[in-house]
């Protein structure tokens, strides 16, 4: 099986280890498998001490990255999960 290619190119991302989070998950949101306008979301914000360490960072989609920021009980459930 061929290896999933980006709809973009994650050189678009800040940091080296945000790129290198992107590539590990597959190109998809972790939530949904969702591949269209993909970012990356800090479980523990930088304000509140977060890094960049793959630990703290999930792949989202745009639909997924709104709600866990707008919707406390969304966002609770996947932390859980995660």
């Given amino acids: 099986m061929s290896e999933v290619q980006p709809l973009f190119k994650p050189k678009t991302f800040k940091s080296a280890r945000a790129r ?4 590990s998950k597959h190109y998809c949101c972790e939530i949904c498998g969702g591949r269209m306008g993909l970012q990356i ?6 304000g509140a001490g977060g890094g960049d360490e ?3 960072l999930i ?3 745009m639909k ?4 866990i920021h707008e919707d ?5 459930r996947v932390i859980n999960v995660l």
């Fill in 20 to 23: 290198a989070e992107y590539r």
């Fill in 41 to 46: 979301h800090h479980l523990k914000t930088r």
């Fill in 54 to 56: 793959p630990s703290n």
């Fill in 59 to 61: 792949v989202l989609d």
């Fill in 64 to 67: 997924c990255h709104k709600r």
């Fill in 72 to 76: 406390a009980d969304f966002r609770r």
